[in-house]
């Protein structure tokens, strides 16, 4: 069955960066876009990043973009997201998805912006 486990969250000051993970499972990953999804206590989920099957094509929300790079190894089946200049708020739970409608995520990774 599909599997994402996503990992690489912590707590950083803000400026800070943290480089999240998400090794994938039971499907063909270099054959699916994958995508970054966060929830931050008490909302919804919030779409972050995209990225086409081949890692050529990516894709951002207004606010990330700029701070944030999402990347993959096909070879590894893994999913990155490099977050630099950290605010507090991107305090939240940090999800990949290998679907636009989020439906099938891993266990999540936290992040907290604090100083």
């Known amino acids: 069955q599909v599997q994402l486990v996503e990992s690489g969250g912590g707590l950083v000051q803000p400026g800070g960066s943290l480089r999240l993970s998400c090794v994938a499972s039971g499907f063909t990953f270099n054959h699916k876009s994958m995508y970054w999804v966060r929830q931050a206590p008490g909302k919804g989920l919030q779409w972050v990043s995209t990225?086409?099957?081949?890692?050529?094509?990516?894709y951002y929300s207004t606010a990330v973009k700029g701070r944030f790079t999402v990347s993959r190894d096909n070879a590894r089946n893994t999913l990155y997201l490099q977050m630099t200049s950290l605010k507090s708020e991107d305090t939240a739970l940090y999800y990949c998805a290998n679907d636009p409608t989020y439906t099938l995520r891993g266990q999540g990774t936290q992040v907290t912006v604090s100083s």
């Open positions: 990225i086409n099957p081949d890692g050529t094509s990516t």
